[in-house]
C-alpha cells in the first residue's frame, strides 16, 4: 500500500473547561496511533509547536461567548476542511448558556471588580451558530471511544458509527436496569443522545443529559411524567437547564416551567 | 431446549436444596448457568454460582412505568413474575461480531465470527419467555436464511422452566394463549410450593435430557395431591392477570392506519424505544462496520436497534417514519397484525414489559382497548 501523506489535525479551544481536548489525551493506548496516522498540528494542549494552516482536520472544543471568538472561529473554519465540534459547549453553548436566560450586564456588575475590561457577548452559542461544521459530536465531556470513531471515520472517509437515538437504548443493550421505572429517580435518558457509555445509570444515577437531546425528544411528555414523579416545576426547568440548557429542544421546554 | 418431545415423565418432588444439585450438575456438564438474582434493585436473569444466587423471599410490583422490588414472608425462590430483560440478551445478544477483516498483501482476509461459548443452562424460563423463544425460533429459522447462531444457541441450551403461580400487574399471557402454564420447550418444567409445612418443586422433564437429570436428582414420585396442588396453583395464576389483550382487534390493527388513537399515544410516546429493547420477541439489529485508524482491520457488527429510531426507517434520501404516530403503529400493528401475515402467530407473548419499563407507561393493552372502544358501531364514521 502506498505511504499517504499524514492528514494535518488542529484542536482548538473557545470557551471552555479543557475537558474535551483532554479526552483526546486519554486516549492512552490509541494516542501513539494516532499520532502514526496524523500530524498534530496545532494543539497546545499537548504540545507549544504550532504549524501552519491549512489543516485537514479541525477539533473544536468550546462555546462562542466573546465578539473575538467569532472572528477567530471564523478563521478556524477558513483554514479547515473538516471541521468537528467537539463537546457540549461547542454543540450546544455548554453550561455557560444559563448565561442567555439571564441579564448578562448584572452578571459583569456582581463578579468583576472593573467591569469595564469585559469584553462579552449576552450569550453562549454553539459553534454551528456562527460557521458551518461537517460533524457535532455531543457530551460533557465527549466519550474517548466516540472520539476515536470520529477520527477513525473521518481518516477512513467512511460515516461515523454515531447514533442520535435515546440514552435509554444504550442502558438496555449494556443490561442497566433503568433507574426511573425501579428506583423512581429522574432519569433524562429517554430525551438525551446516548453515547456516554451508560456512566451515570450505571452507577445508580439517573442521566443528566450531557450529551444533549436525542433525535425526536419527546420533552412536553417527558417534563409531565418528572411531575407525576413528584418533581416540582422548577426542577423540571433545573433538569434542562444544565450543560446542555441552550440546545433547543431543552432550551425550549425549560422555558415552560419555572 | 428440546422440540415437540412432550413431557412424559412421571412428576417428581425436589426438595429445595436439591436445586443446590441441579445447579451443580449443569455446570459440571458444561453449562453456563444463568437464572434470576437480585442486583440493582430487581430481579435480573444473570450468570449464577449457586442456588444461593436466587432471589429467596424476593418478589416484585410492577404497573405501567413502574417496577419495585418487594420482600415477601414466605421464602419463595422464584416468587417474582418477570425480569427487566428476558433471555433474548443471552440468546440474541445486543451486540454480535459477525466477522473480522484484514488487509493483505493482495487485498483482504475476512476471519470467522468466534466459535460459541460453553451452551446455555436457562434456570426459571417462564411461559411467556418459553413462547418467545418459539416465536425468535421461527424469526430466525427462515429456510433458506436462517440465523445459525441463534439456532444453535436454543439448540444447545438446557432449559428450566418455572410455572408462575402469581402474576403481576402488567401480565397478560392468559389473553395471548401463551401461559401461565407451561406445555412445550423445557428440559424441566418446576411449579415451586411454599407454605408452612414445606418449600418443594413438583418437577417434571420434558426431554431425554430433562429426564437423566432429574433421575440424577433424586426425588420421590409426587403424589397426586401435589400435582394438582401445583397445577390449582398455576390455574389461579391464570386467573389473577392483572391485564388482558383483546386479540380479535389487536389482530385488525393493520386496516387501521388512519384510527385517531396513533395521534394521541404519540404525543405520549418519548420514541426512547425501550419498549423494543426489553421486548422478548423484537428481533430488528443495525450492522455496524468500525474500521481501525490505518484502516487495515475492519470488523462488522449487529447491534440491536429500534423502530422507534430515525435511522431505522433511513433508506436513499431520509426516513419514512419521520412522525412518532408513524412509528408507533408501525411497532405495535407489527408485532401484534401483521407479524401474523408473516411469522404465523401474534409477535406478543403477553410478559407486559412493554408497560412495565415504558418509561412513561404506555400500555400496549390499553391502546388495543381504546382503539376497539372507538371502533365500535356508535363511534364509527371517524376514520
Known amino acids: 500500500m502506498a505511504e499517504r501523506k499524514k492528514p494535518k489535525l488542529a484542536v482548538w479551544k473557545f470557551s471552555s473547561c479543557d475537558g474535551c481536548q483532554l479526552t483526546l489525551l486519554d486516549c492512552e493506548d490509541e494516542l501513539l496511533a494516532i499520532t502514526e496516522e496524523v500530524r498534530i498540528s496545532y494543539f497546545l494542549e499537548a504540545t507549544r509547536k504550532v504549524e501552519k494552516g491549512p489543516y485537514d482536520v479541525s477539533l473544536v472544543e468550546g462555546s462562542i461567548t466573546t465578539p473575538h471568538d467569532i472572528k477567530a472561529i471564523r478563521e478556524v473554519r477558513k483554514m479547515s476542511r473538516t471541521l468537528v465540534t467537539i463537546g457540549a459547549c461547542a454543540t450546544a453553548g455548554g453550561i455557560q448558556a444559563l448565561r442567555n436566560f439571564r441579564n448578562v450586564k448584572e452578571f459583569i456588575r456582581c463578579v468583576y471588580a472593573h467591569p469595564e475590561y469585559i469584553d462579552t457577548l449576552t450569550t453562549s452559542t454553539a459553534v454551528s451558530d456562527h460557521v458551518s461544521v461537517d460533524f457535532e459530536l455531543r457530551g460533557c465531556p465527549i466519550n474517548k471511544h466516540q472520539l476515536l470513531e470520529v477520527l477513525n471515520a473521518t481518516l477512513n472517509g467512511r460515516k461515523p458509527n454515531i447514533p442520535r437515538h435515546s440514552e435509554c437504548i444504550e442502558c438496555k443493550q449494556n443490561g442497566i436496569v433503568c433507574r426511573m421505572v425501579a428506583t423512581g429517580q429522574v432519569c433524562m435518558g429517554p430525551v438525551t443522545q446516548a453515547g456516554c457509555g451508560t456512566l451515570c445509570p450505571g452507577k445508580d444515577r439517573g442521566c443528566y443529559g450531557c450529551f444533549g437531546p436525542m433525535e425526536t425528544p419527546n420533552t412536553p411528555s417527558f417534563a409531565k411524567w418528572m411531575k407525576e414523579l413528584g418533581t416540582s416545576d422548577l426542577d423540571v426547568q433545573r433538569k434542562f437547564r444544565s450543560f446542555n440548557a441552550n440546545a433547543e429542544a431543552f432550551r425550549k421546554e425549560s422555558e415552560s416551567h419555572g | ?383
Open chain 2, 1 to 383: 431446549m428440546p422440540g415437540a418431545e412432550t413431557a412424559v415423565a412421571t412428576a417428581v418432588i425436589l426438595q429445595r436444596d436439591a436445586l443446590d444439585g441441579l445447579i451443580e450438575a449443569l455446570k459440571a456438564k458444561g453449562y453456563r448457568v444463568v437464572g434470576p438474582r437480585v442486583a440493582d434493585d430487581a430481579v435480573i436473569y444473570d450468570d449464577l454460582d449457586g442456588a444461593d444466587d436466587l432471589p429467596r423471599g424476593w418478589g416484585d410490583e410492577q404497573k405501567g412505568g413502574h417496577y419495585r422490588l418487594r420482600k415477601r414472608p414466605d421464602g419463595a425462590l422464584f416468587g417474582y413474575t418477570t425480569a427487566p430483560q428476558g433471555w433474548k440478551r443471552f440468546l440474541y445478544p445486543p451486540k454480535q461480531k459477525l466477522f473480522a477483516a484484514r488487509r493483505t498483501a493482495s487485498g483482504f482476509a475476512v476471519d470467522p465470527p468466534a466459535p460459541e461459548p460453553q451452551p446455555l443452562a436457562i434456570i426459571g424460563a417462564r411461559a411467556c419467555e418459553l413462547a418467545a423463544m418459539r416465536v425468535q425460533k421461527r424469526v430466525f429459522g427462515d429456510k433458506d436464511y436462517p440465523d445459525p447462531g441463534y439456532q444453535k444457541r436454543l439448540a444447545d441450551a438446557f432449559v428450566v422452566a418455572v410455572e408462575c403461580t402469581e402474576a403481576g400487574d402488567t401480565c397478560f399471557c392468559a389473553s395471548m394463549g401463551t401461559g401461565p402454564a407451561v406445555e412445550a420447550g423445557f428440559d424441566i418444567k418446576m411449579v415451586e410450593l411454599v407454605d408452612k409445612s414445606r418449600h418443594v418443586f413438583v418437577a417434571e422433564a420434558g426431554s431425554a435430557k430433562g429426564t437423566k437429570l432429574l433421575k440424577e436428582l433424586g426425588g420421590d414420585k409426587a403424589k397426586d395431591a401435589d400435582r394438582e396442588a401445583a397445577t390449582t396453583r398455576v390455574a389461579k395464576a391464570a386467573k389473577s392477570m392483572g391485564r388482558a389483550m383483546d386479540t380479535a382487534t389487536a389482530k385488525r390493527l393493520k386496516e387501521l392506519p388512519e384510527h385517531p388513537r396513533w395521534e394521541q399515544v404519540a404525543a405520549r410516546c418519548l420514541t426512547c424505544g425501550n419498549c423494543t429493547m426489553v421486548c422478548p420477541t423484537c428481533f430488528c439489529t443495525t450492522v455496524e462496520d468500525v474500521t481501525d485508524l490505518k484502516g487495515d482491520n475492519a470488523e462488522r457488527w449487529r447491534k440491536w436497534d429500534s423502530c422507534f429510531t430515525v435511522d431505522f426507517s433511513y433508506i436513499h434520501g431520509g426516513s419514512i417514519r419521520t412522525e412518532t404516530a408513524a412509528r408507533y403503529r408501525q411497532w405495535i400493528t407489527h408485532k401484534l397484525s401483521t407479524w401474523h401475515d408473516q411469522f404465523g402467530s401474534s409477535g406478543c407473548v403477553g410478559c407486559g414489559r412493554c408497560i412495565t419499563w415504558c418509561p412513561v407507561g404506555i400500555d400496549i393493552t390499553e391502546e388495543v382497548a381504546a382503539i376497539h372502544q372507538a371502533e365500535k358501531p356508535a363511534a364509527k364514521g371517524r376514520k
